[in-house]
């Protein structure tokens, strides 16, 4: 078991949602967990504008940091959970 450590940055589409952003931020870390990695730290980056937008109606998004550790097939399996999920927008996971 060689766990990896991982920097996640996920843009969050909160158009249509009504709660707090800290709800999807600690949706996300369990979604993390649930597949069996490890959050070592959280950072929310604010509302920054998209530099080409490709949606006029979602010209910026949240951007959050999670970094986690976890064995190498964790960031296909957080991928995938997250594939349906219109509240990501997009994710972009680095192996540290």
């Known amino acids: ?6 920097k996640a940055t996920f843009i969050l589409d ?23 990695g490890k959050v070592d730290s959280v950072e929310n980056l ?4 998209f530099a080409r ?16 550790e976890g064995e190498s097939t964790l960031p296909a399996q957080i991928k995938e ?7 990501v927008n997009r994710v972009l996971i680095l192996s540290e």
Do not use: C
């Open 1 to 6: 078991m060689n766990n990896n450590k991982y």
């Open 53 to 68: 937008t490709t949606d006029r109606a979602f010209p910026a998004g949240i951007y959050v940091e999670i970094a986690f």
């Open 14 to 36: 909160t158009r249509g949602y009504s709660e707090p952003v800290e709800t999807l931020v600690e949706k996300l870390k369990g979604i993390i967990e649930s597949v069996g």
């Open 46 to 49: 604010g509302q920054k504008a």
């Open 81 to 87: 959970k997250l594939r349906l999920d219109k509240t």
